[in-house]
C-alpha cells in the first residue's frame, strides 16, 4: 500500500503562487507515475500534471507555462509550482500515485482557493 499526504494549499490572490507539496509512504518502491488532480465544486475531477518515475512530465493545457511538477525520489516527495493563479482554479488538489500495476492510490486533497 501506498499513503500520501498533501500539504501546501491555501488563499492566494488571484496572479499569485503557490508550491503544494505531497509525500509518499509505505510501498513506494511500486510507484511509478505521480500527479496533481483538481475538483472544484459541482465539477469533475481533472488532470493537472504528472510526472514518471524516469522524469516525464504532462500538463493540462489550461496550466502550460503556469505550473511546474517535479519529483524528489530522495524524499518521495512531487510538488506542483504553481504561478499565475486564476479564480478559476479553486479547488481541492488531489495528489496521485499510481504503481507499475496501473493501481491507483489518492491523497485526501488540500484547498487552493484563489480569491481577492
Known amino acids: 500500500q501506498v499513503q500520501l499526504v498533501e500539504s501546501g494549499g491555501g488563499l492566494v490572490q488571484p496572479g499569485g503562487s503557490l508550491r503544494l507539496s505531497c509525500a509518499a509512504s509505505?510501498?513506494?518502491?511500486?510507484?511509478?507515475?505521480m500527479g496533481w488532480y483538481r475538483q472544484a465544486p459541482g465539477k469533475q475531477r481533472e488532470l493537472v500534471a504528472t510526472?514518471?518515475?524516469?522524469?516525464?512530465?504532462n500538463y493540462a493545457d489550461s496550466v502550460k507555462g503556469r505550473f511546474t511538477i517535479s519529483r524528489d525520489n530522495a524524499k518521495n516527495t512531487v510538488y506542483l509550482q504553481m504561478n499565475s493563479l486564476k479564480p478559476e482554479e479553486t479547488a481541492v488538489y488531489y495528489c496521485?500515485?499510481?504503481?507499475?500495476?496501473?493501481?491507483?492510490?489518492w491523497g485526501k486533497g488540500t484547498q487552493v482557493t484563489v480569491s481577492s
Open positions: 496521485k500515485a499510481e504503481s507499475y500495476q496501473r493501481k491507483g492510490y
Open positions: 510526472i514518471t518515475s524516469g522524469g516525464s512530465t
Open positions: 509505505g510501498s513506494i518502491f511500486i510507484i511509478n507515475t
